[in-house]
């Protein structure tokens, strides 16, 4: 079979183009013909050019540059864990959050530290949901001495941020955490609040080593 040869089209502008360019030129060369016929010296390939170049010469038209764009100030943020955010990761470090988000405390490494420590003083920390109560707080459980029992966990951390900020005697307690306060003052506020009869042997009794991160089953926190 014959073999075709592949017509590749071309744009229609640069024929275009290049014809004007074309005629333009032929223009100017008959041009310079006429003249060497009445008597100018002959024109020269640099005559051309230049000839072609000065009736085809661009204006340049200044543009104005272009404004610097705003700055934007988007300020500081920060993020905020959620309710549920803590209750699905569930150890006892989200339950001191907890207790902090709902008291509207600062959650800082200081007062998460300090929480940490108090629910080891009440609890053993390999059960610190023991009776759904890690800090054997006695309001709204049904045990005034701290011996009651919550729904869930969810329901002993709304209990134990109420009982700070409602009740007088806590009042050290609460303003040392709002203001994130070292953790030896906040420990102290705890230890003569009143919150412990024994006051912890007046912080004698305060263990400081780190707490370690247990996780608490989820029937705990109610799931």
């Not at 032929?26 to 016929?37: C, D, H, R, W």
């Not at 006051?199 to 009794?205: C, E, R, S, T, W």
């Amino acid at each position: 079979m014959p073999k075709h040869r592949r017509t590749i089209a071309r744009p229609a502008f640069r024929r275009h183009t290049w014809s004007t360019v074309r005629t333009v030129f032929a223009s100017i060369v008959a041009g310079l013909v006429v003249m060497a016929t009445l008597g100018f010296s002959t024109p020269t390939q640099s005559d051309i050019v230049a000839a072609y170049v000065d009736q085809n010469a661009q204006a340049l038209v200044a543009v104005p540059a272009p404004e610097a764009a705003p700055v934007i100030d988007r300020g500081e943020f920060g993020a905020t864990p959620g309710y549920e955010t803590l209750i699905q990761s569930g150890t006892n470090y989200d339950w001191a959050k907890l207790v902090l988000l709902m008291g509207e405390f600062p959650i800082t490494d200081s007062n998460v530290t300090v929480v940490t420590r108090w629910m080891r003083q009440e609890n053993f920390v390999d059960t610190w949901w023991n009776r759904n109560n890690p800090l054997n707080n006695g309001w709204g459980s049904g045990g005034g001495g701290g011996t009651g029992r919550y729904v869930d966990l969810v329901d002993a951390a709304a209990n134990a941020a109420e009982a700070l900020t409602t009740l007088g005697r806590y009042s050290e307690i609460v303003e040392t955490l709002r203001a994130s306060a070292p953790t030896e003052q906040v420990e102290r506020a705890i230890w003569f609040s009143g919150w412990a009869t024994g006051m912890y042997n007046q912080g004698k009794h305060w263990a400081y080593n780190p707490v370690p991160v247990v996780t608490a089953p989820p029937s705990a926190w109610g799931r």
